[in-house]
């Protein structure tokens, strides 16, 4: 058996990254793409491997050599690699084509061992390597019949999005017998070079030969094996995430700060979304309206703090509508950067935006990170502090203050002349009976020194929406919060969940009820696991310290890197002190069980 890799083009969408070498010269991990595709193909005891060579292709005949692990590599040079697509860098290796078994690949791609080891095992002589499509996917695709034969190839101009859930894509590795090159594949490739010219894909004869009586080209799907086609930077980077080190792969998927629908594959218990609304109704209507939303501006400020004051109970006047909770903390902050009691460990976009000399931090002094209103006086009772910051249920302890410590604590911050910042973003999913919300334009007026903030992201499951609401009864504070936002600082999506979500209250509730129910099992599940402790919690989350057998590294490294599942490694936020606590999000049952599964693994 032999390989052929095609490697003639320019990387154009690499910028300077392909300005001095060919685009299989990028490195991941400090490793190219060529070195780590050769290494795999000489593993499976590949006895000869051609690569056609075009853009850069001194550079990488001086970097690999004529040998690679003692497997002999032939060069076949496309001198026009500026003017023509893949199809002429197959016609030119035509002839070694027909020689021997033959895996073809490109040379753009990064893909696990365990594909290869498939493709070569499987028994069947041509095959296609093909993944479900997903919408981070771009190029040709395929379609299946209940065998797994091809039914058709679809280039790009042919997709129809309306058929996606049919579509696998192809991964660019392909198994060829001498049969089907020599009697299928290369005659009707050089007719088809002929007839229609040297710039377009060899996917178009494979597409042609599909297309005959008898199907003599199956698919190998994969599932959970990682592969990724590297076009552009951003390419480059998703690739780094997933390939990188069991130690490497938490701290390189944190940093991207979500976009996690890229990773299908990736099961999040890093961020925090309800994972029952919206139903299925409320999506349907969204979708219905898609084309409208897409296409129409967003109403201003104005329009927006209605919806918002309507869908919250209180004034127009009162409230500001933002592009998520954080940029309403970012201009809050912006303008009241002073003196501020913070509750620490908490959700760090607060701490973040004020100047460290303005903090005056509380630490919860027990092993829960719990506290009532009344800890919180006797901290700050003396302290010279303008305003305090409490998030309830915290973030990440999931620690709450009820109804009536809280509303002491609103009477002891109005006699101190102190401005009390309330988060409420995850009020919904405590218990029913301890539910209650300062969304209320009487009390709001009667308390002006309350502010209150509340993401819509996290409470109803919209995080992609980006939605965000702070209200006040100091309508002076309201005004100048408008006049820090852009006038169309929200999308139409955002403004058209608020005009309609009245229609989907009773469903809103219910999914909170749902909610509860799952956090009570997956509580009870979770303290089951021999080295974790877990804290009780009054939101969409469980703060958990691990108390034997792993660090905290350890264990988030291992989760993602055998089980694909992201959890937050809380040790180095400011308030644990290296602590060892991971934070774990309450999704829905099928996910839940999922982390069970792998936490019982690691148990044994």
């Known amino acids: 058996m032999q390989a052929i890799i095609l490697a003639a083009g320019m990387g154009k969408r690499l910028g300077d990254l392909t300005k001095e070498n060919t685009k299989c010269m990028i490195k991941v991990h400090s490793r190219t793409l060529i070195e780590r595709m050769l290494t795999q193909l000489t593993d499976e005891n590949i006895r000869r491997i051609i690569i056609v060579i075009g853009y850069k292709g001194e550079n990488l005949k001086k970097f690999i050599g004529d040998s690679f692990q003692g497997v002999p590599i032939v060069y076949v040079e496309n001198k026009i690699y500026d003017k023509t697509n893949n199809i002429y860098s197959l016609y030119l290796a035509r002839e070694y084509l027909m020689e021997d078994e033959t895996i073809l690949l490109e040379s753009d791609l990064i893909f696990s061992d365990r594909i290869l080891k498939k493709l070569i095992k499987n028994p069947y002589p041509n095959l296609t390597v093909v993944a479900k499509y997903q919408s981070w996917m771009d190029g040709t695709v395929v379609t299946l019949d209940s065998d797994n034969n091809i039914i058709n190839f679809i280039p790009k101009k042919a997709f129809c999005f309306r058929d996606k859930k049919m579509y696998y894509k192809t991964v660019n590795v392909y198994k060829f017998s001498i049969d089907f ?7 009707f490739l050089e007719a088809y070079s002929k007839a229609l010219g040297n710039n377009e894909y060899y996917e178009q004869v494979l597409r042609v030969i599909s297309l005959l009586d008898e199907p003599s080209l199956k698919a190998l799907p994969i599932a959970d094996e990682k592969w990724y086609e590297i076009d552009d930077e951003q390419d480059l980077n998703n690739a780094e995430a997933l390939f990188a080190s069991e130690e490497e792969a938490p701290v390189l998927y944190g940093r991207r700060y979500g976009g996690y629908w890229r990773f299908p594959q990736m099961a999040d218990f890093c961020y925090l979304v309800n994972p029952y609304f919206p139903d299925g109704r409320m999506k349907e209507e969204m979708l219905s309206n898609f084309e409208i939303l897409l296409t129409e501006y967003p109403s201003g400020m104005g329009v927006n703090s209605q919806l918002a004051a309507r869908f919250t109970g209180v004034h127009t006047s009162q409230i500001v509508v933002g592009n998520g ?7 809050y902050i912006r303008t009241n950067d002073t003196k501020t009691g913070v509750i620490l460990p908490t959700f760090e976009e607060y701490p973040n935006r004020l100047t460290p000399s303005n903090i005056v931090e509380y630490i919860p002094d027990n092993k829960d990170f719990s506290y009532t209103a009344g800890d919180l006086i006797s901290r700050f009772d003396g302290e010279d502090i303008k305003q305090l910051i409490v998030i309830n249920p915290d973030n990440p302890s999931g620690n709450m203050i009820a109804e009536e410590g809280m509303l002491k604590l609103i009477d002891w911050a109005k006699n101190k002349s102190i401005t009390l910042i309330v988060d409420e973003s995850f009020v919904d999913f405590s218990d029913t009976g301890k539910r209650f919300t300062l969304f209320n334009k009487d009390f709001l007026k009667s308390n002006p020194h309350l502010v209150v903030i509340k993401s819509i992201s996290k409470s109803y499951g919209v995080p992609g929406l980006r939605l965000g609401f702070m209200a006040s009864g100091d309508v002076g504070l309201i005004k100048k919060i408008k006049e820090e936002v852009s006038i169309w600082n929200i999308n139409s999506f955002a403004e058209f969940f608020m005009q309609i979500f009245t229609k989907y209250q009773d469903d809103y509730e219910q999914a909170c009820v749902n909610f509860v129910n799952e956090r009570n099992r997956f509580f009870s599940l979770l303290e089951t696991i021999s080295f974790l402790r877990v804290v009780p919690s009054s939101a969409n989350y469980f703060l958990c310290e691990i108390t034997k057998r792993f660090s905290t590294k350890e264990l988030a490294s291992k989760l993602l890197y055998s089980y694909n599942i992201l959890v937050k490694d809380c040790s180095a936020k400011a308030g644990f002190r ?27």
Do not use: G
């Open 325 to 331: 909770a954080a940029e309403l903390i970012n201009a």
């Open 181 to 187: 090159s020599s009697n299928k594949y290369v005659p």
């Open 578 to 604: 290296s602590q060892p606590y991971i934070r774990i999000a309450i999704r829905d049952e099928e996910d839940n069980n999922k982390l069970i599964k792998a936490l019982r693994r690691l148990d044994n």
